[in-house]
Structures are given as C-alpha cells and as structure tokens.
Nanobody, 117 residues
Framework: QVQLVESGGGLVQAGGSLRLSCAAS????????MGWYRQAPGKGRDLVAR???????NYGDSVKGRFTISRDNAKNTVYLQMNSLKPEDTAVYYC???????????WGQGTQVTVSS
C-alpha cells in the first residue's frame, strides 16, 4: 500500500515561511521522482517543484527563487521550503511520486497552505 503523507501546511502572513514534508511508504523512494503540486480554488493542479532520484530539480515559474525542494532518501521524505510567501501561493499542496522505471504515479491527500495579506 503506497502512502504519501503531507504535513506542515497552515496559515501564515505574507512574507512568511513554511516547510512542507511528505513522508512516503510502500514505494522504492530513491527510484522515484518526487514533486509538489498545488491547486487553488477553481483552478487546475500546477507543478510547484520536482526533484529526480539523482537530485535534479525544476520549479514552476511563479516560485523560482522563493521555494526549495529537497529530499532525504534515508527518511523517505521530500520537503518544500517556502519563503517570501504571497497570498497567491494559497492553495492545497499535494505530494506526488513517479517511478523512474514504470512511471507509476501516486498522490498524497494534500495539505492546505493559506497566506494572508
């Protein structure tokens, strides 16, 4: 049974910081690309950041320079450090895994991030 469990969301003022965590189980973590996506009310789900098994990263244009994705393969956990938060960052943030070999994909249940102005 694959589980991706996000934590760390909450309410923060504009300019503040949050760190999201996603603990994975049931997958070979080191063989998966891990990503963070977000979905604001009435909008589609967009890529925030992604990190490959080799540690290569890419970011959505709106978060470049403010957010940092990292992973700890020993803890089967991926992190998203979010700095200089803006009200437009308000969304449900979802953790995603995609297997390198099979492309099998899984999603977490999401964690709410709300940034007040």
């Amino acid at each position: 049974q694959v589980q991706l469990v996000e934590s760390g969301g909450g309410l923060v003022q504009a300019g503040g910081s949050l760190r999201l965590s996603c603990a994975a189980s049931g997958i070979i973590f080191s063989a998966n690309t891990m990503g963070w996506y977000r979905q604001a009310p009435g909008k589609g789900r967009d890529l925030v950041a992604r990190i490959t098994s080799a540690g290569s990263t890419n970011y959505g244009d709106s978060v470049k320079g403010r957010f940092t994705i990292s992973r700890d393969n020993a803890k089967n956990t991926v992190y998203l450090q979010m700095n200089s938060l803006k009200p437009e960052d308000t969304a449900v943030y979802y953790c995603n895994s995609r297997a390198l070999v099979t492309s099998s994909e899984h999603w977490g249940q999401g964690t709410q991030v709300t940034v007040s102005s």
